[in-house]
């Protein structure tokens, strides 16, 4: 049984990009398995951090840390430049006004959680990405509310002190356990099993690509227009801001630049609903629902293009 196990785990951390893929069509073909995972979200994300953190150059991190303005410019860039480029680049578009409020929204949140865990995997820079994951995490609560207003001119109610300590206790305990696992396991074990870790991680990111489709499926039976139409948007958003934050980046070296890229084009939605609360209308729902899809196909259709562009 635990030469199964290690099998399957050995598999996934493989062929991570096509069981993300897989994990969103499983969780859109059956329902209730979508609904039975509902639950398992916020341990997903938690997981997910703590085995790209236990697998992370901490070395590279701390040089991070030393190049404050390199961490403010990735601040700005995400919290403020790219939800100003969306906004911008609407204006010229016929799109329903619930997918425009998606789009810049989307646009102003921090990136997913998982970013750090799929730069690993696709060999971008983790380390970046965990700075970056974790900065602008902490600061979305304070930088959404007034750009959402200027932009949208849409209030959003956000208990910052609930917010800020929900997002500490995701954050901070998942670095905790990080540093926890690393004092105790020795370097050469974390090296000896990265692709077991790998895999891990890419199960826990499958559980959350399912889960989070909840509804999904009962939304497009009802609404199938704008669902498509929803989809067709956050897949060329996705696309459009990856490059977009790739070549702004570009002068910082082609892994960094399309770290950014990948992190600029995936953001964290689910933060998004939470700020929202109960306000959001079911439209709005549906695009942040479907806005999951490219989330996790694109890594895996996009993989050889960051080989290529890596190797040159």
Do not use: C, K
């Amino acid at each position: 049984m635990r030469e199964i196990a290690y099998r399957a785990i050995d598999f996934a951390g493989t062929h991570a990009t096509r069981l993300l893929a897989a994990g969103v069509l499983i969780g859109l073909a059956i329902p209730p398995l979508a609904t039975a995972l509902r639950p398992l979200l916020l341990p997903s994300i938690v997981i997910s951090l703590v085995l790209a953190l236990v697998r992370l150059d901490w070395s590279a991190f701390g040089a991070y840390a030393r190049r404050p303005l390199l961490v403010a410019w990735m601040l700005v860039w995400f919290l403020g430049v790219t939800p100003v480029i969306v906004w911008l680049a609407l204006q010229a578009l016929p799109l329903p006004a619930p997918i425009v409020t998606g789009l810049v929204l989307m646009a102003a949140a921090s990136p997913i959680m998982s970013g750090a865990a799929i730069s690993l995997l696709v060999g971008l820079d983790a380390a970046l990405a965990v700075v970056a994951i974790v900065a602008t995490t902490a600061l979305v609560p304070l930088t959404l509310p007034p750009v959402a207003a200027a932009l949208l001119g849409v209030a959003l109610e956000i208990d910052v002190g609930t917010f800020m300590l929900r997002l500490a206790l995701i954050v901070g305990g998942a670095f905790a356990i990080a540093w926890l696992a690393r004092r105790l396991a020795p370097e050469a074990a974390i090296a000896r099993n990265a692709r077991a870790l790998d895999g891990v991680a890419v199960i826990w990111m499958v559980v959350f690509a399912i889960g989070i489709m909840e509804g999904v499926t009962a939304l497009a039976l009802e609404h199938p227009g704008y669902v498509i139409g929803a989809t067709i948007a956050s897949f060329a958003a996705n696309v459009v801001l990856q490059a977009v934050g790739a070549l702004a980046w570009l002068r910082q070296g082609m892994q960094r630049a399309l770290t950014v890229g990948l992190l600029t084009g995936n953001r964290n939605m689910g933060l998004v609903l939470v700020a929202l609360g109960g306000d959001a209308s079911l439209e709005l729902v549906a695009f942040f629902a479907v806005a999951q899809i490219p989330m996790y196909v694109l890594p895996g259709l996009l993989l050889p293009t960051y080989r290529r562009l890596l190797a040159g």
